[in-house]
Structures are given as C-alpha cells and as structure tokens.
C-alpha cells in the first residue's frame, strides 16, 4: 500500500509541474507579459494542488491553534484527596479485572463512557470541526454521585484515521494525521490517575 500512495504521489507531482508549465507556456505564445505569464502558471497550478491540498494547510493551522488554546491536562482531586473526603467509601468499592474498553457505553450524543467503579467513571466527548478533519477530545473522570469532574484531559488531533479501519479514502491524506496534544506525559498521567480511581476497593 506505502508503494502505491507513493506511486500516485509521484505521478501527482509530475502532473502538477507539467500542467504549471504548460499554463506559462499558453500564455507566453500569446504575448501575454512575464507577470501575467506567471499569473497563469499559478492559475494552473492551483487548479491542480486545491482539489488534494486545500485542506492542509488550514488543518495545520487549527491543530496549532487549538492546541495552544485548549490542550492541557487539569486534576481537580487526587485519589487520596477523594478518599479523605470520602471515609470509609472506597473499601466498600469494587472493579472488574477485564479491560476497560469491555465496560464502555456509547451514548446516543456520542459520548463514551467507561464504569470505573460504583462511584467514579471516566467519559469521553469529541467533536469534529466542519470541514477540517480537527478533533477536539476531552476526557473527565467524574464522580458519578455528586457529578463532580475530578480531572480533565483535553486533547486535539487531526486526520481520517486508518482507510482499513474508517473506509474512507480521505484517510489517504496522511499528511494531515498530526501528533496529538497534549504529549504523551500528560497523557499517562491521566491514565494512571483513571487506574487509580478504578483500583479503588476490592477486586472482583
């Protein structure tokens, strides 16, 4: 498959030169001048880049923006501080030892939700700009008693994931799979916090 996008995107480049060539060199027959030749060497250029590229450079744009305005990882309470504010509740807790993704519960507004325990879980809201394939993702683990966001993990990352996975072609556009903000410490840090709050109380 690497062989085959790598073949289109070389057959690609030799159109997108050949057709900016042949657009100054149309216009440079007719007498047009050297500014208005190039002008419509740019004509034709776009005219073959846009209908791939247009989205590329706006998604990096967005990614960039929402990851400086919106990424970030915010812990309201630790476990402990939970507990101290909870006595004598989290011995009577209990969690399931089988991964979590099989206590996962997709809700009809897209919202993911996994059951840590009797008192906490863990949700995930994403949401896609129009047109720009930008998602801004944000994960909480919530007190389910007291709806109470314990900590917050917003991300942003870009892209149509794997065409093997999704089906969608646009998934050939693999120039705009960005790296994920925030990076992978913060990441983790949520996770083990979310294992934390899970491990909370007796295993079943």
Not at 43 to 64: M, N, R, S
Not at 96 to 107: C, F, G, N, V, Y
Not at 110 to 134: D, M
Not at 169 to 193: H, I, N, T, V
């Amino acid at each position: 498959m690497g062989l085959v996008i790598l073949g289109v995107l070389a057959v690609y480049v030799i159109v997108l030169v050949a057709v900016t060539w042949i657009a100054y060199r149309w216009a440079a027959k007719r007498g047009l001048p050297r500014g208005k030749c190039w002008l419509v060497a740019a004509a034709g250029f776009l005219a073959v880049y846009l209908p791939v590229f247009w989205d590329h450079v706006p998604t990096l744009i967005a990614h960039k923006y929402y990851c400086e305005k919106e990424a970030g990882l915010w812990v309201y309470k630790t476990a402990e501080q939970w507990k101290a504010e909870n006595p004598g509740v989290a011995e009577i807790l209990t969690w399931r030892a089988i991964p979590e993704s099989l206590d996962t519960i997709h809700l009809s507004d897209g919202t993911s939700r996994t059951v840590l325990n009797e008192r906490i879980h863990n949700e995930t809201h994403r949401q896609r700009l129009n047109l720009l394939p930008v998602t801004r993702s944000e994960r909480l683990i919530i007190d389910r008693n007291t709806a109470e966001v314990l900590a917050r993990l917003k991300s942003v990352g870009s892209g149509y994931g794997n065409i093997g996975v999704s089906g969608d072609w646009r998934a050939l556009k693999f120039w705009l799979s960005l790296d994920g903000c925030p990076q992978a410490p913060e990441m983790r840090r949520f996770s083990f916090l979310a294992t934390e709050y899970r491990q909370m109380g007796v295993k079943k």
